[in-house]
């Protein structure tokens, strides 16, 4: 046995799992030079290897779920190109200004067909809020109206929506709650669905950077877009919000974070999925809105986003035929790998999904945490 086989295979014997055994987790291998490359790259190699059909496993995201939960994927040196790549991402901005709409045209334009079948109707693409719900439906339109309680809407108020996906809760918010929303993406596909759908509604939607944004509003919130921000970005990201909130409003900020402060994101999802994204810590966050707001309120809805994840994951397979006619079938590994691995590490509690509730000078009445 080579010697990257023998790291690789015991560190995997650590998470309860065997090469080509018969558990469900266990994962079969079907080219030898798979462990040099995981050995290498651990996040490329082992995503990139799946993809090029080095390898199978009956469930992924359980087999990746025992790797994280005993940290096997922390076990493997890092090599003199991924301090490269941290160096790069120490020294220069990958998510200035120049690239903002990379994300964009990359991920978020795949195409509607896409994430039309894969999402709930409302195409919401972040964590729902599974609590007394049965479907995916249903937990998604409450994720909706736990946020929008969570801001204290009330009718009349102006509720500025920072990527604003395809619209989902600047239409809820119009709808339900009776206030006037402005949102912003950096998709045009997005923009476009959004601005379809909030039609007789006091609902703006722009294709703008947001830091741009420089108008007065009551309420703000920012769902599942402050993981593209970039930690380089994050004091002048709550300086826009902080100039564009009222002295009395409320910030609701939804992001999957980090458990230790990082700066640069996960390789494979980098190159594949999210074009310079990163997630952030909790004492990234903490530092950046230091003198600028006061934290009324922070719920952890991680365990949420590993059923969100499984949903969207059974949807996709189910219209898989009706898909296959647009996208390969390397396509078709490389987004089930992306939707069960990262399923996989919010089980494992390895990343989070936060709701922070922010204020300017803080509510002189205080502010109950709404669950």
């Known amino acids: 046995m080579n010697t990257a086989k023998k790291i690789i295979t015991d560190l995997l014997r650590q998470a309860d799992i065997n090469v080509n055994g018969d558990k469900p987790w266990d994962i079969h291998v079907h080219q030898e030079n798979f462990y040099n490359r995981v050995l290498r790259n651990p996040s490329l190699g082992l995503g990139e290897s799946y993809m090029d059909v080095w390898w199978d496993c009956k469930h992924i995201d359980e087999f990746l779920f025992r790797v994280l939960r005993v940290g ?28 903002a709409f990379q994300v964009g045209e990359q991920h978020y334009d795949l195409g509607n067909d896409l994430f039309s079948v894969m999402l709930d109707s409302k195409m ?51 709808k339900h709650y009776g206030v ?64 564009c909130l009222v002295d009395d409003g409320l910030f609701v900020l939804h992001s999957i974070g980090n458990n230790q402060s990082a700066y640069g994101g996960d390789e494979w ?48 397979i189910r219209q898989w035929p009706q898909l296959s006619a647009q996208y390969d079938e390397r396509f078709y590994r490389m987004w089930t790998y992306y939707l069960l691995s990262s399923a996989a590490a919010f089980r494992a509690r390895y990343i989070q999904v936060w709701q922070v509730v922010l204020s300017k000078n803080g509510l002189l009445t205080g502010y109950e945490g709404i669950r």
């Not at 160096?87 to 200035?96: D, G, K, M, P």
């Not at 995916?136 to 102006?158: H, S, T, V, W, Y």
């Not at 929303?181 to 923009?191: C, H, R």
Request: proline content about 3%; hydrophobic content about 40%.
């Open 72 to 99: 096997a994927n922390q076990a493997i040196a890092i090599t003199p190109h991924q301090w490269l790549r941290i160096l790069f991402f120490r020294l220069f901005n990958y998510q200035s200004t120049r690239r």
């Open 124 to 174: 919401n693409y972040s964590c729902a809020y599974w609590k007394d719900a049965e479907n995916l439906e249903q937990a998604q339109f409450n994720k909706l109206d736990l946020i929008c309680r969570k801001l204290l809407l009330q009718p009349g108020m102006r509720l500025l929506d920072i990527g604003c996906g395809w619209g989902a809760m600047a239409q809820h918010a119009a």
């Open 269 to 316: 999802s980098s190159k594949y999925i999210f074009p310079n994204g990163m997630l952030p810590s909790i004492a990234q966050i903490g530092t950046a809105i230091e003198d600028k707001f006061i934290m009324e309120d922070w719920h952890n809805l991680s365990v949420h986003y590993d059923k969100t994840l499984i949903a969207w994951h059974d949807n996709f």
């Open 180 to 243: 006037e929303v402005v949102g912003v993406t950096i998709s045009k596909e997005q923009a476009k669905l959004a601005q379809e759908r909030c039609q007789g509604l006091p609902v703006t939607i722009r294709l703008e950077d947001y830091r741009k944004l420089n108008q007065s509003f009551d309420r703000i919130v920012s769902i599942g877009m402050f993981e593209h921000v970039g930690y380089k970005n994050y004091q002048h990201y709550f300086d826009v919000a902080h100039r």
